[in-house]
């Protein structure tokens, strides 16, 4: 019974099928083909404006291209300090912006607090050239801490992206869970919100690698090709990544399985929040529980399978992923509550 | 009637089973799936030596992390001038290895001369530290010309490796065409010639996406998963590429599907050797033949495609691949024959 | 009266003697001149130990290359929050660095907490290779604050470094007047604390543009030549940078600056501290007051230079040097006392 | 008797005398003293446009910069293959550019033909992004050869840059001979020719270390100050390097010694033309010519002091410097003439 992580997760057989469907003989490689085509319709459809999709194969590559478009090597870019970007992608961010930094700010609940955000821009740049010029932020929405940016928190970042005229990143390696949990669409969380990058992820939530950078700010975007294939990131045969993404948003698929992973971990909260502490408030697909060693034991003997967070010893993380099973979630609900 | 690239092709049916047949539940991620586990071993197996084996999802995501393994950034890799990682990677292998020098050298038939390179490197680096270090040589095997270094010259690069001291990389984007044309064993074209780092392409030759860095030098690759992890190539459900190598490599496989498109490149080189002008010698399973302008103009408007190299106007490529068909192969020939 | 900054001071009569002496025509470039091959010799005979000298012009230049030399592009390295190397060097370290990471660690009095530092180390790089190698510590000596790390704190330093096993770097560009404050040798408060690599400023003290980084650790200095030559900063003439750091260390002429600048700074907070609100601990050339806005204009109006510390509006940096006159401080002292 | 480089060479006694001139008390680091001020300003008069000028202390700082500039990471610049920039800085452009490459293009006398570079820039970059992007041009003058491009070759070079759309340097490490040689001035051989950035050397020519980048092209130059600080060459002292440049553009200075070292060799190349085989025409302050081994180690042991060339035993290069002495150059003439 696996709630350690999404990214364990089989591929959802829709997505599958749609692999094995696109295997019909020759077809032009390097995102010529029709499926990548298309692939680029579907989007501007779904996100209702323009934008150019990069089909990608891997979370860090979109979040570091996005860097790398956004944040030239003398600058800097602000995110949260223990986002995925700077703590969980070994300096993939600084590889690809070709030493560029990283300045994370802090906040309640796992994200960045605007007015200390504001606050520290004030502060940044004004020192001229011996300081990194400040270019960009970064919002990671869903969080990793299974938490979410409100429309009224993104519109003060998008009002301190303008004051201090920078570029807005989102890294939406679990989009899906967010806007599932949010009831607005992906457009008024995204660009309508000033949002000039996401990375748009798939892998997670059913895909089998599958991701793509979503480029609203052509500006911004115009260097992408050639910065994706000295990356190592321009598939041959793109096709099987832009008909996974394909079927990941025919049909609201993304949205439903993100639901489904979102309904499980909200009853999980539900049944158990009275009793037990939760570190944030559970707002997408990941709850953090405090639970003793003991208890922590039990349940793993029991045959649940969880992270205990790096740096304690008595917060486990639950992750509920597209294919989590109901009545998995029900037992492990029963064996918390029958620990004493 | 595609010969235009290898990298075109579909995937081979027991490739895409093998994908369908690792979408089991869950799996751990990042590598420790039974599936890599397994690829390992089997590919210790194939080679009858220590490597480790790295799944990537591009050639060039092999060739740039063989590049920073081997090459710091002050050395240089000496490669052939107009090989894939010095002409057609745009920049990537400098990328990686953090703005390292690739020296092209030249020589007949899309390869090194090594006395060249022998000659060349003699005259390098002796002016101490205001030249790059010399830190590796790349070979391509098959080359992009369609040729073969034969086991004699891949001797003569072994001594020159040992002579100046340096890692020996081996670009096989094509190493099955290379191996099941040249009657050897894997082992003797690789490590046993002194290889260090092998680029073992699996994509052109019937995977969906799916190549592998062979380490056999252990201290060359101990930085291997931090680079890799930061170039965004850590493939979070690395059991569908892993599955994938084990597919291509179990029975003989990628033997198999190489040995079909070198026969159908050297028949099409017999028809028509004595009439027509080849540029390279044919060896593996591409095809430089000189050819009017008109002439290639009839054979497009008869469905045949293919590309006119580069920097030419009279000179067309044929690949031929796994999934090439003979009767497509005779029907180019006979065109060929037949158009005055 | 100039109190914004030692870099706006003049170069020491003794030094630029040294300058103009060794103008004797031809000499070896590139730092094969007698005057380079002296200061080797003199620098060992300093520091009491075996060491490499790289003549360098700028601290920057020292720190960054130390960077590189210590901390892998994958790797970080600890430093104080707002340390120059984090704040002011504008990603210097991390361009030299080919993108590694710089992680801020805060402290009382500008310095790092020894203990927080080992917590987050604790906490850093157990995430393999999802997170950057933890690689180097550096410590500024004295700090950007006007402080000094203690000899006990150095010991706490040491045992972490070693713990850890990781690089010691010192920014010494005010390594003179830590020296002279602290009355200990050069030797003890540097390599016999297990620093591996010194960043010894002598611009800020008297020297026109001179520094050297100085290597203790052959092992992790090995590379150092052609990365100085690819920074750029391999000076043709060396002996004319060489010249200056002779005569600096001469007669102990570095101590003698530093101890009048100290000298100064100490009169200055003796005569204040009693009265007027100091932020630090004034233990090396620098004083950091708090005054009201209408006191800081009172005092400009008088002919009083000096910076209003960045993200304050009450706090004023005073910077004591090599040249600064005593007459000068006395009226400063006077002015600030007399202003109600 | 040194004929070995005029790197090596004293510093002329007024630009000496400049320095200790510019020793007067306190003055505003990091570029904004009067010394550098008036050097923006004398320097727009010298080259009758607007241009930035941004003092350096190394050559390789001002060409890498000058790389940095005009060429980004997934870009090429094209250069002569033995030019100072691709052999002879250990891949500092490469370094400062972040990966980008260097393609060497050759031609006769060490100057690109630049027939040969037209031909190479139509097949460079249409492979789109799959090749670096054709960034910019890159010319020695007068270069490593001893030679000159010629006014007639300048402006097919501009023709070139703008077919192709590229950014033209000039690396000037010896632009006062070439200036001096050809009875052009420098606006001629400078801007007028299209040329965007220059690397305008003086330590060669007699100053102690100042270089200056100077930047015609504002568009191309706006990223300047922070490039230069990352690279740790924003020197804080810097009235000592600009009040160097200002001697050196005074009165004409600069041309009255290059045009010393230009007569010596000249001279050097009349009185044994016709006996002698020279490699390269005498059109700056060096000269390279064959002689056996035998009479090598002769004029070594007379005390002639000069360097045989980086890959051959029969040929020597004198360089003529600022401060040769005549009475020196006629021993040599005669010493070459008399050796049997």
Redesign the interface.
């Known amino acids: 019974m696996?709630f350690?992580?999404d990214?364990?997760?089989?591929?959802n057989a829709k997505i599958?099928q749609a692999?094995?469907d696109a295997?019909?003989?020759?077809?032009?490689?390097?995102g010529y083909d029709p499926y990548t085509l298309k692939l680029q319709e579907e989007m501007m459809q779904l996100f209702g404006c323009w934008c150019e999709v990069v089909p990608?194969?891997?979370g860090?590559?979109a979040n570091?291209l996005a860097t790398a478009l956004s944040t030239?090597?003398?600058g800097?870019l602000f995110c949260y300090t223990d986002s995925h970007m700077n703590?969980?992608?070994?300096?993939?961010p600084?590889?690809?912006?070709?030493?560029?930094?990283?300045i994370g700010v802090t906040g309640e609940n796992g994200k960045i607090n605007p007015e200390l955000l504001d606050e520290t821009l004030a502060?940044t740049g004004?020192?001229?050239?011996?300081?990194?010029?400040p270019s960009a932020i970064s919002l990671t929405q869903s969080t990793e801490a299974g938490t979410l940016y409100s429309m009224d928190e993104l519109n003060k970042f998008k009002k301190i992206k303008q004051k201090y005229n920078l570029a807005l990143h989102m890294d939406g390696s679990r989009i899906a869970n967010a806007v599932a949990s949010s009831g607005t669409s992906i457009a008024d969380m995204t660009w309508k919100r000033g949002v000039d990058l996401l990375s748009f992820g798939a892998?997670?939530n059913g895909a089998?690698?599958a991701e793509a950078l979503i480029i609203f700010n052509p500006k911004i975007g115009k260097?992408i090709?050639?910065?994706?294939?000295?990356?190592?990131?321009?598939?041959?045969?793109m096709r099987?990544?832009s008909a996974q993404l394909l079927a990941y948003i025919n049909d609201d698929l993304w949205l439903d399985l993100a639901k489904q992973a979102n309904d499980l971990a909200s009853e999980f909260y539900q049944q158990l929040k009275s009793t037990h502490e939760f570190i944030y408030p559970v707002q997408a697909n990941e709850a953090f529980l405090r639970l003793n060693e003991e208890k922590i034991i039990n349940l793993r003997q029991q045959g649940f399978a969880f992270h205990i967070w790096?740096?304690s010893t008595d917060i486990i993380r639950l992750v509920f992923s597209h294919c989590t099973q109901s009545s998995h979630v029900k037992m492990l609900i029963n064996a918390i509550k029958s620990i004493k």
């Open positions: 696996n350690r992580s990214n364990e997760s089989p591929v599958m692999i094995v295997n019909t003989g020759f077809e032009e490689s390097y990608l194969t891997t860090t590559a570091s030239p090597p003398y800097s703590a969980d992608e070994c300096g993939a600084e590889f690809f912006a070709d030493g560029a930094k990283l502060g004004v020192h001229g050239e011996h300081e990194c010029l892998t997670k089998m690698l260097e090709k050639r910065r994706r294939k000295r990356a190592g990131h321009l598939i041959s045969k099987f990544i790096p740096g």
